[in-house]
């Protein structure tokens, strides 16, 4: 099982490790709440530009000598921003763990954000903003989410828009990096084979010197909206949303939920896939999931198809959604799910990389040391009333949908029409 050491640091910060005495490596992740959701409007995308920006130099090494010294480990070294948090990550054989300390102590504590390096880098982000402009798989995502959550914070894109990549500033990196990267805020999780008391030794040495405090909480309200763009594509990518389950919900909750769409759209089993894949051949790929932030969530359906099959595509899906919500859930789609999900939990346990991300998550939402052995519990408790109850909650709220492509007549009404239940 998963359970993780816990320890706060004198200022404030939680350390949690994880000892895994099989295994040759360690991985060592440092996170943080500085994410979309903690962006002020002017300043979105500021989040994913300092994360590159902690790769440009300290006043110990530059970008080349970082990339060289964990290389020269046989180290990997990466970072990656989400909607409510960063994180920064090595991974390396196991003594190699005080340098992964002290690297990436030194990169969130002392890099410079010196202008010309962010005048450089902001040229490296916008030919990845213009790159996402010519990807509907990911486009359609950005639409999504400002349908579901509109000019909330959750609403916007994750790397900003072309005007607040130019207008970003140095300056407004160090602002926000001194308000966001804050103790209380942060997180050090380790995974491997180490000695317990030793990383919290190195973790009060490297990692002691961060400002004491914390930021506020976001909460987002879902606004069941519509962002339906035609674009001169060969298909429409649509992804249909409902309000789902939060965090901040149970995690019989989320369990339930997880469970009915996994029935619904989780894989070549599912309903979704069986009628308008196999059935039907309306579409290469059709399913559904969840995405869940710490006080909101969203449940989805996401395909992509040609503009003539739109129509009976978004009928079918109407039809499977009201024939699950009407029908309630078989014992043997609730078994499989059940299955699914114990199985990618427990296979997760053999990745030091998903271990660490498992407790990152129980830190992030506030869950106790029991955490993954309740999640397992509540999946083999789980009902098929229960996940049939999750079910019309989620299909009872009123859809958003967001669209880009050959999009034909599609409009909001009568996406939404198809799914009143």
């Known amino acids: 099982m998963l359970s993780g050491i816990q320890k706060t640091l004198r200022n404030g910060m939680t350390v949690i490790v994880d000892a895994v005495p099989s295994v040759a490596s360690v991985f060592i992740g440092v996170h943080t709440r500085a994410g979309l959701a903690f962006e002020p409007d002017p300043l979105n995308g500021i989040s994913h530009f300092v994360e590159h920006m902690m790769f440009k130099g300290t006043a110990k090494r530059d970008y080349q000598q970082i990339a060289e010294q964990v290389e020269n480990i046989g180290g990997e070294i990466n970072a990656a921003t989400s909607m409510e948090r960063t994180y920064y990550y090595i991974r390396s054989l196991k003594e190699h763990l005080e340098f992964n300390m002290e690297m990436l102590s030194d990169l969130l504590l002392n890099s410079l954000f010196?202008?010309?390096?962010?005048?450089?880098?902001?040229?490296?982000?916008l030919q990845e903003y213009f790159s996402s402009l010519d990807d509907p798989e990911s486009l359609v995502w950005d639409y999504f989410f400002g349908a579901a959550y509109g000019g909330q914070p959750l609403g916007r894109t994750l790397i900003g828009t072309r005007e607040t990549i130019r207008a970003i500033t140095a300056e407004d990196m160090k602002a926000y990096v001194a308000a966001r990267y804050r103790a209380g805020d942060m997180a050090v999780i380790v995974s491997g084979n180490v000695d317990i008391e030793a990383v919290f030794d190195?973790?009060?040495?490297?990692?002691?010197?961060?400002?004491?405090?914390?930021?506020?909480?976001?909460?987002?309200?879902?606004?069941?909206?519509?962002?339906?763009?035609?674009?001169?594509l060969?298909?429409?990518?649509?992804?249909?949303?409902?309000?789902?389950?939060g965090a901040d919900s149970s995690v019989a909750e989320q369990v339930a939920q997880e469970v009915a769409l996994l029935a619904l759209g989780g894989g070549m089993s599912s309903r979704l896939f069986q009628r308008v894949r196999e059935?039907?051949?309306?579409?290469?790929?059709?399913?559904?999931?969840m995405n869940v932030?710490?006080?909101?969530?969203?449940?989805?359906?996401?395909?992509?198809?040609?503009?003539?099959?739109?129509?009976?595509?978004?009928?079918?899906?109407?039809?499977?959604?009201?024939?699950?919500?009407?029908?309630?859930?078989?014992?043997?789609?609730?078994s499989r799910a059940k299955v699914s999900l114990r199985a990618s939990a427990l296979m997760g346990l053999e990745s030091l990389k998903y271990r660490a991300a498992a407790l990152a998550k129980r830190w992030q939402v506030g869950e106790g040391d029991d955490f993954f052995a309740r999640r397992i519990a509540a999946v083999d408790a789980l009902t098929g009333d229960e996940a049939l109850a999750a079910a019309r909650r989620v299909f009872?709220?009123?859809?958003?949908?967001?669209?880009?492509?050959?999009i034909g007549n599609l409009t909001a009404e009568g996406v939404k029409k198809r799914f009143v239940l």
Do not use: W
Not at 234 to 245: K, L, M, P, R, T
Not at 300 to 327: R, Y
């Open 114 to 125: 010196d202008p010309r390096e962010v005048e450089k880098e902001r040229e490296v982000i």
């Open 202 to 232: 190195m973790a009060e040495k490297y990692f002691g010197g961060f400002a004491a405090g914390a930021g506020s909480a976001v909460r987002c309200n879902y606004e069941a909206g519509a962002r339906i763009v035609a674009k001169d």
């Open 234 to 245: 060969e298909q429409a990518n649509v992804v249909i949303g409902f309000d789902g389950v």
């Open 279 to 289: 059935e039907k051949n309306l579409a290469y790929h059709i399913g559904a999931g």
């Open 293 to 334: 932030f710490n006080r909101s969530g969203l449940a989805s359906i996401s395909f992509a198809t040609e503009e003539a099959k739109l129509a009976p595509l978004l009928d079918e899906c109407g039809a499977v959604v009201q024939g699950l919500c009407d029908g309630g859930i078989t014992d043997a789609e609730l």
């Open 396 to 406: 009872s709220s009123s859809a958003c949908v967001g669209a880009v492509g050959r």
